[in-house]
Structure formats: C-alpha cells, structure tokens
C-alpha cells in the first residue's frame, strides 16, 4: 500500500514538472512570437512602401505603435511615418508631427538627427518659415555635436537670413561659415552671397572685395562670372562709369542674361557720350 501511495506521488511529480516545462516552453515560444511580430509588421510594411503601396504601409507603421509602442521598432516606425507623409503622401503637417514626436524623445542617435535634418528642410524649403528654420537648423548644430554637415547647417542659417531679407545679419553668418569652415564645399556660394549682402546693404567697396577675392581664391568657380557682374554693379552705383563699362565688356559673352547686359552696356556708353559733351 505504501508502495502504491509513493509511485503515485511520484507519478504526481513528474506531471507537475511535465506540466511546469511545457508552460516555460509555452511562455518562451509566445515572447519569440512577441517578438517576431512587429518585426514582420515592419518588414511587410517596407514591402509595401517600395512597391509604392503608400497607404497600406502607413497602415502597418501605424498599427506597430499601436500594438507594440515599446518594441525596438517603435522610433525607426515613427521615421518612417514622417518621411512617407513628406516623401510620398504629401501631408508636411503630418509628416512634422511624427518627426517631432521621435525628436522629443530626447535621443541623439542617426535616426533623430535625420528627423531633425527634415524638420528644417521643411520650415525652409516648404513653409518659408525661415525664422523658425533658422531655430531648427541651430538645433542641428547645438544638440547633435560632432556630426557632418555642421558646416551645411551654417550655411543654410546663413542663407535663411538672407531670403527673409535680413541682409546685416546674413552677412554676419556667412562670415562666420567663411571663418569657422574655410574648406567646406559651401565657402564659394558663402563668399559670393557674403558678397551680395555688402552689394545690397549699399556697402559697396565691401562687395567689390568680396566678389574680387572669390575670382581670386576659386577662378574655377560657377560664381566667377556673377562675381564680375557684381562689380560691375557696384562701380556704377559709385558712378564709375568707365571701370564698369570695362568689366561689362569683358563677361558680356559670357553672362547668362546676354540682352539685358547689352542693355546697360548701351545706357553706360550713352552716359558717358553725354557726360563728354
């Protein structure tokens, strides 16, 4: 009897570590499952992006963050959801949403810096928003150091000034780009717009210097031409009319707009004509 009693207990036993090892097996299986889901999720929804199933994508992103917010899918989602409203879905205000909602996690990785990166793009190239641009693109500098392009962001804070206008302190910017990045591929267009700024705010030996040191540093530059042009510009608004009518002559084959050039060469040798008399 107490035979029978112990081989029951035993059998008992061997049931409940039975019963305890398939449930660990259950459990293990259900988290790879876990696991496994959002990333197939996201792997359907790229499918779905390249075959240009835009919606359909969206659809899926959105359902990871839904489902699975604290997988390691959850910020590379949030990416792809705004570039897809940007890129594809033409929706800039949704598109900004979810790059701000990735940015406001505070990170400092690739993904949130090339949120930033857009943010920016947007408020400039999209919005004309330069003022607020011009925030974005100083975060790019300030909150992501030691990245590439820092010598793009400065140049495109430069440039913000400039298209609001604000041609003192577009200056001001381009010199500090000019200074602080003298090998940027960006130092022509910083020079040649440092340039313009001294043309436009009437400071026009500035100008000449500027477009003078540009032929001379880069003569292979896209800008050379205009650099003449702007000299030209310059010596007759100070009523030098003979240097600029020299400096017309020498691009005057050369410059894109060959009427309008023609043009002021013509008023130029007919002021002189006048001034002869």
Same mark, same amino acid.
């Given at each position: 009897?107490?035979?029978?009693?112990?081989?029951?207990?035993?059998?008992?036993?061997?049931?409940?570590?039975?019963?305890?090892?398939?449930?660990?097996?259950?459990?293990?299986?259900?988290?790879?499952?876990?696991?496994?889901?959002?990333?197939?999720?996201?792997?359907?929804?790229?499918?779905?992006?390249?075959?240009?199933?835009?919606?359909?994508?969206?659809?899926?992103?959105?359902?990871?963050?839904?489902?699975?917010?604290?997988?390691?899918?959850?910020? &590379?989602?949030?990416?792809?959801?705004?570039?897809?409203?940007?890129?594809?879905?033409?929706?800039?205000?949704?598109?900004?949403?979810?790059?701000?909602?990735?940015?406001?996690?505070?990170?400092?990785?690739?993904?949130?810096?090339?949120?930033?990166?857009?943010?920016?793009?947007?408020?400039? &190239?999209?919005?004309?928003?330069?003022?607020?641009?011009?925030?974005?693109?100083?975060?790019?500098?300030?909150?992501?150091?030691?990245?590439?392009?820092?010598?793009?962001?400065?140049?495109?804070?430069?440039?913000?000034?400039?298209?609001?206008?604000?041609?003192?302190?577009?200056?001001?910017?381009?010199?500090?780009?000019?200074?602080?990045?003298?090998?940027?591929?960006?130092?022509?267009?910083?020079?040649?717009?440092?340039?313009?700024?001294?043309?436009?705010?009437?400071?026009?030996?500035?100008?000449?210097?500027?477009?003078?040191?540009?032929?001379?540093?880069?003569?292979?530059?896209?800008?050379?031409?205009?650099?003449?042009?702007?000299?030209?510009?310059?010596?007759?608004?100070?009523?030098?009319?003979?240097?600029?009518?020299?400096?017309?002559?020498?691009?005057?084959?050369?410059?894109?707009?060959?009427?309008?050039?023609?043009?002021?060469?013509?008023?130029?040798?007919?002021?002189?004509?006048?001034?002869?008399?």
């Amino acid at each position: 009897m107490k035979k029978q009693e112990a081989r029951g207990k035993r059998q008992e036993a061997r049931k409940t570590i039975i019963s305890y090892i398939l449930l660990l097996i259950s459990c293990f299986l259900l988290l790879i499952s876990c696991d496994d889901a959002p990333k197939n999720l996201f792997n359907d929804a790229e499918r779905d992006l390249l075959d240009g199933r835009y919606r359909q994508a969206v659809d899926k992103y959105n359902k990871i963050l839904e489902k699975y917010p604290r997988s390691g899918y959850a910020d &590379e989602t949030l990416y792809k959801l705004g570039e897809t409203y940007f890129l594809n879905l033409n929706n800039i205000q949704i598109s900004l949403e979810y790059f701000s909602e990735l940015i406001s996690k505070g990170k400092k990785n690739n993904i949130s810096y090339k949120s930033q990166q857009y943010v920016a793009q947007i408020y400039d &190239e999209h919005l004309k928003d330069y003022d607020r641009a011009i925030v974005e693109y100083h975060k790019l500098t300030n909150n992501f150091k030691n990245r590439e392009n820092a010598d793009v962001n400065q140049y495109n804070i430069a440039l913000c000034y400039f298209k609001k206008g604000d041609y003192e302190q577009a200056s001001t910017e381009f010199k500090v780009s000019l200074e602080k990045y003298p090998e940027s591929e960006f130092s022509p267009d910083a020079l040649y717009q440092f340039s313009n700024c001294k043309y436009l705010t009437r400071k026009y030996n500035e100008a000449i210097a500027g477009y003078k040191k540009l032929i001379e540093i880069y003569p292979s530059s896209r800008y050379v031409v205009d650099a003449k042009y702007g000299i030209g510009i310059c010596l007759e608004e100070q009523e030098k009319l003979k240097e600029a009518l020299s400096v017309y002559n020498e691009i005057k084959d050369l410059y894109a707009n060959k009427t309008m050039l023609e043009k002021k060469i013509e008023g130029l040798e007919k002021r002189l004509r006048e001034r002869g008399r």
